[in-house]
């Protein structure tokens, strides 16, 4: 079975810093790029960052690059995104998927949130306090 389950998103201040895990099994970890979306209250979901666990590409939203960083740990079957410079706006569930980046880094997101990733993991909240 094919699971995907972020960690590590909590309350932190503006200005600050953090790292969200996903943690991928069930499935060859080269087989799937990794994306990372993320849902703010009564907005739509977006794809932020990327990466192919097979030839190590990253790419990233406008809206987040060159403050958060994606990752991976081929060994422990671990993607992960370290977030900087913290703002409120960035408040929301954060979501890792896995699929194609040019579905995650799609310049036109689907109106009705489904991107057609291949699997999702439910998500971990993300507070940023100004």
């Known amino acids: 079975e094919v699971q995907l389950v972020e960690s590590g998103g909590e309350l932190v201040q503006a200005g600050g810093s953090l790292r969200l895990s996903c943690a991928a099994s069930?499935?060859?970890?080269?087989?799937?790029?990794i994306g990372w979306f993320r849902q703010a209250p009564g907005k739509k979901r977006e794809g932020i960052a990327c990466?192919?666990?097979?030839?190590?590409?990253?790419g990233y939203a406008d809206s987040v690059k060159g403050r958060f960083t994606i990752s991976s740990e081929r060994a422990k079957n671990m993607v992960y995104l370290e977030m900087s410079s913290l703002q409120p706006e960035d408040t929301g569930i954060y979501y890792c998927?896995?699929?194609?980046?040019?579905?995650?880094?799609?310049?036109?997101?689907?109106?009705?949130?489904?991107?057609?990733?291949?699997?999702w993991g439910k998500g971990t909240p993300v507070t940023v306090s100004s």
């Open positions: 998927a896995a699929g194609p980046c040019r579905l995650v880094l799609t310049a036109t997101p689907p109106p009705n949130g489904y991107f057609g990733m291949d699997y």
């Open positions: 069930g499935f060859a970890f080269g087989d799937h790029n």
């Open positions: 990466m192919s666990t097979r030839d190590g590409y990253t």
